[in-house]
């Protein structure tokens, strides 16, 4: 993996452009390595499974699983702040949900949407090419 070359960010200036203690806001979303609770995947190619909001019960398309299927529909890319360790974050850049599946989690015994997320060429982390 390659560094990105933007300087680390407190959680205050996150917060500034994030505008949102969630996960999911208008625009943008937070990943972390399992410290939230939620499972992110980071891939080889650099994209990264999202799972989506709701840690009990099957998720509904509600809230921020409601701005993710939008942004998929319109194609519309989200920022994305990845949690490097306390007050530790890091810009990746824009990324564009690129597909979702809604599936039985057996072990969980509850419905989860998966949202497939790619960086935007020369936006993130990176590249795509």
Known sequence: MSEHPSSPLSWREVL????????????????????SGY??????????????????????????????LEALQTGSPLRVFLREGVNRWRDLGFYRVEGVEYRLEEAERR???????????NGGKFSTG
């Not at 452009?17 to 625009?27: M, V």
């Not at 419905?111 to 060429?121: G, H, K």
């Open 111 to 121: 419905y989860i949407y998966w949202f497939t997320l790619a960086p935007v060429e």
């Open 16 to 35: 500034a452009r994030h505008k949102s203690l969630r996960g999911i806001a208008q625009g943008s979303l937070l990943v972390d390595r399992g410290e």
């Open 39 to 68: 499972r992110n995947r980071f891939l080889a190619d650099g994209r990264i499974v999202y799972p989506g909001e709701g840690l009990e019960g099957n998720q509904q398309p509600t809230r921020g699983n409601a701005i993710l």
